[in-house]
């Protein structure tokens, strides 16, 4: 098999049928797709879903129920050992695919000039992951962001058994993507996009992280709408690129930073832009929690102090329009 669409599944029914359904009618004998259930609660749910579509999904599919709770990172890791693809593309539970362009993205990965893809994707209407560009060691914060979103990352089976990298650490992250991609860029020098209108982010159902034994505290992201939450998620993705860094070229985790601190003050401009008291509330998360520092962002948080809501939120309406990358 050429690809596997493997989706990373835990409690969100509705989701798995969205994917089905939008599978419905396609065929191909180049592409299968596998629906790998970390033991959710509502695994019955799903597999009366899987049942009722199975017979009008044309590829090869199959439902797969862990022996037990991996978490997302050792659910998405247990994916490359219990397939025999030559590529395999990750999909969200809450995502789906369009099937009028896989034909196109079949033939491109089937030339094998590269380790890994990254497919753009569509999020309210506009597109992103779409700013094509070859391996550059200098941005190499390009392929951290781009990689954050797990949904629609190829990996080239091989290229993943190539790389070393310490399982145990990994699985108790939840950026095992960042990792695994980062190792992989860095040791091939090369990275693919596949064409544009294949993957669309849902984004609009229950937040699920899954129940993860690996890690006591990812509780902290259960409720992804509060304002220091972006803090708490921030924080997990730097010890990563930490670990990366350490295990490639420190420089990495220098260039990395420089695109954080942008990413950070834009953020704190939007806040602000909501009113003092977020601002002021998301500042005294920031003083407190247990994350790293930077002085420039402080400064900036302290000089936002000062700033009107309606000048904060007019200047990060201009930063999203001129500056803003996917990722």
């Not at 790998?36 to 439902?63: A, G, H, M, T």
């Not at 939840?174 to 596949?194: E, M, N, R």
């Not at 401009?269 to 002021?280: K, P, Y």
């Amino acid at each position: 098999m050429l690809l596997t669409i493997v989706v990373l599944s835990y409690n969100r029914p509705r989701g798995i049928e969205r994917i089905l359904k939008n599978l419905v009618g396609y065929k191909s004998s180049r592409v299968s797709l596998l629906i790998k259930d970390d033991c959710s609660p509502k695994f019955q749910d799903i597999k009366n879903i899987y049942k009722e579509y199975q017979n009008s999904i044309i590829i090869k599919s199959n439902l797969y129920q862990n022996k037990s709770n991996l978490g997302f990172a050792g659910n998405l890791i247990d994916a490359f050992s219990v397939l025999d693809s030559k590529f395999v593309m990750f999909l969200s539970d809450d995502d789906y695919i369009f099937t009028g362009n896989i034909k196109k993205l079949l033939d491109q990965i089937e030339l094998n000039k590269s380790p890994i893809y990254f497919s753009p994707y569509t999020l309210n209407g506009e597109q992103h992951r779409n700013n094509i560009f070859s391996y550059t060691f200098h941005k190499f914060s390009d392929v951290i962001y781009n990689s954050v979103l797990f949904s629609g990352l190829i990996f080239n089976r091989l290229a993943v058994q190539s790389i070393n990298y310490d399982s145990s650490y990994v699985k108790k992250s939840i950026h095992p993507q960042v990792i695994l991609a980062s190792l992989i860029v860095y040791k091939y020098k090369k990275i693919g996009f596949t064409p544009q209108d294949i993957l669309a982010v849902g984004n609009d159902m229950e937040n699920f992280f899954g129940k993860n034994e690996y890690t006591s505290d990812t509780h902290l992201l259960s409720n992804r709408e509060t304002i220091d939450s972006h803090l708490i998620y921030q924080q997990y993705l730097i010890d990563a690129v930490e670990y990366i860094s350490k295990n490639t070229n420190l420089r990495i985790k220098k260039f990395f930073w420089r695109s954080y601190r942008i990413r950070l003050i834009a953020y704190l401009i939007r806040v602000r832009s909501l009113g003092l008291r977020s601002f002021i509330s998301f500042f005294k998360s920031y003083i407190l929690k247990n994350i790293k520092k930077d002085y420039i962002v402080t400064l900036f948080f302290v000089f936002f102090l000062i700033v009107p809501k309606v000048i904060s939120k007019i200047i990060y309406s201009l930063g999203v329009k001129h500056f803003r990358k996917s990722g």
